[in-house]
Nanobody
Framework: VQLQASGGGSVQPGGSLRLSCTASGFPSGRGAIGWVRQAPGKTREGVACIDYLRTEYADFAKGRFTISRDNAENTAYLQMTSLKPGDTAVYFC????????????WGQGTQVTVSS
């Protein structure tokens, strides 16, 4: 299983970005795909996850971030809006069996920087 994350960049506060995670070797439409972020000097924290049962969001992501999945492309997206400087982090794509379980597979991170 390989996960390829893309879409990071630099934006001003209030801006938007869409991250993409393309999975190869991972059952399309099955399992869970999510995003985890790590800010400098901080531990990793879950952002959002989607599996066949549900979507889940961290409290800080609710109302601002939307996770979605294109099963035909085996790609998951994280649409981020109203970005804040506190959202600055490396965002990792991850996959597993269910959102409620630990992730099994990890992709490389993509940097998101929110700064004026």
């Amino acid at each position: 299983v390989q996960l390829q994350a893309s879409g990071g960049g630099s934006v001003q506060p209030g801006g938007s970005l869409r991250l993409s995670c393309t999975a190869s070797g991972f059952p399309s439409g099955r399992g869970a795909i999510g995003w985890v972020r790590q800010a400098p000097g901080k531990t990793r924290e879950g952002v959002a996850c989607i599996d066949y049962l549900r979507t889940e969001y961290a409290d800080f992501a609710k109302g601002r971030f939307t996770i979605s999945r294109d099963n035909a492309e085996n790609t998951a997206y994280l649409q981020m809006t109203s970005l804040k400087p506190g959202d600055t982090a490396v965002y990792f794509c991850a996959a597993g069996e269910l959102c409620e379980l630990d992730y099994t597979y990890w992709g490389q991170g993509t940097q998101v920087t929110v700064s004026s």
